[in-house]
C-alpha cells in the first residue's frame, strides 16, 4: 500500500471549513484513498473513501488531484466535535489490512 | 450500517492471567477480521489478520502464542491475551470487513482498554 504523509496538527474554528490535506505520491491505480478519523478512546470511524472522482457525503468532501498524488479531506462547517485524529488510508479493495499512519489532530476551537 | 461490537470495553486484570476480548459483526458476515493495538499517543499497529476457519496471520514481531486469535465463525472474533503483564497494557481494537468489496467494507469496534496490573 502506498505511503501517506499528513501534517501531524491543524487548527479550525468551529463553524469555519476545516480541509485537511494528505499527500499519496506513490498510489497506484487500484488504490482507494480513505479517510478515517479518531475521537479519544475510541475506534477509528469511517468518514469517506475515493479513487479518482471527488466524493461527498453527509459528514465531508473529498477532492483527489487529478494525478491522485494528493487530496483533501473537507469538513464543511467543523463543530467541536469534530476534534478528533484523521487517517488518511491508501489501500486498494482486495480485503488486506488497512495500514495507518501518524494522521493529523484537529483541534476545533470556539 | 454495519456494526461491529467489541467486549468489554475495559477490563484490568493481574499480571500472569489470561483475557479474552470479542469483536462480532452484527449485522453482517465478517469473512476477515483485523485485530489492532495502540499505546498512549501513538497510531493503531497492526496485530494480525483472521480469516474464518483458518488460522491466523500474524505481524512481524507480535508474538501469536500470546496472543491467541479465534475466527470460529463469520460474525465472532476472540482475542487472548495470555499470562499479560503490564507491557501487555493497551488499547485493543478489531475491525471487520463484509465479504465482497464496497463502501465501508472496515469497520471498527470501539476498543477495549486493558490494563494489567
Known amino acids: 500500500d502506498a505511503k501517506t504523509t499528513q501534517p501531524p496538527s491543524m487548527d479550525c474554528a468551529e463553524g469555519r471549513a476545516a480541509n485537511l490535506p494528505c499527500n499519496h505520491s506513490?498510489?497506484?491505480?487500484?488504490?482507494?484513498v480513505y479517510w478515517y478519523r479518531q475521537i479519544h478512546s475510541q475506534g477509528p470511524q469511517y468518514i469517506i473513501h475515493?479513487?479518482?472522482n471527488n466524493e461527498t457525503n453527509e459528514m465531508a468532501s473529498l477532492i483527489i488531484t487529478e494525478d491522485r498524488k494528493s487530496s483533501t479531506l473537507i469538513l464543511p462547517h467543523a463543530t467541536l466535535r469534530d476534534t478528533a485524529v484523521y487517517y488518511c488510508?491508501?489501500?486498494?479493495?482486495?480485503?488486506?489490512?488497512?495500514?495507518f499512519g501518524k494522521g493529523t489532530t484537529l483541534s476545533v476551537s470556539s | 450500517g454495519a456494526v461491529v461490537s467489541q467486549h468489554p470495553s475495559w477490563v484490568i486484570c493481574k499480571s500472569g492471567t489470561s483475557v479474552k476480548i470479542e469483536c462480532r459483526s452484527l449485522?453482517?458476515?465478517?469473512?476477515?477480521m483485523f485485530w489492532y493495538r495502540q499505546f498512549p499517543k501513538q497510531s493503531l499497529m497492526l496485530m494480525a489478520t483472521?480469516?474464518?476457519?483458518?488460522?491466523?496471520?500474524?505481524e512481524q514481531g507480535v508474538e501469536k502464542d500470546k496472543f491467541l486469535i479465534n475466527h470460529a465463525s463469520l460474525t465472532l472474533s476472540t482475542l487472548t491475551v495470555t499470562s499479560a503483564h503490564p507491557e501487555d497494557s493497551s488499547f485493543y481494537i478489531c475491525?471487520?470487513?463484509?465479504?465482497?468489496?464496497?463502501?465501508?467494507?472496515?469497520?471498527f469496534g470501539s476498543g477495549t482498554r486493558l490494563t494489567v496490573v
Open positions: 506513490t498510489i497506484s491505480g487500484n488504490e482507494y
Open positions: 483472521s480469516n474464518e476457519g483458518s488460522k491466523a496471520t500474524y
Open positions: 475515493g479513487l479518482k
Open positions: 475491525s471487520a470487513r463484509e465479504g465482497g468489496q464496497g463502501l465501508r467494507s472496515y469497520t
Open positions: 449485522d453482517f458476515q465478517a469473512t476477515t
Open positions: 488510508i491508501a489501500a486498494n479493495q482486495a480485503g488486506t489490512a488497512l495500514i
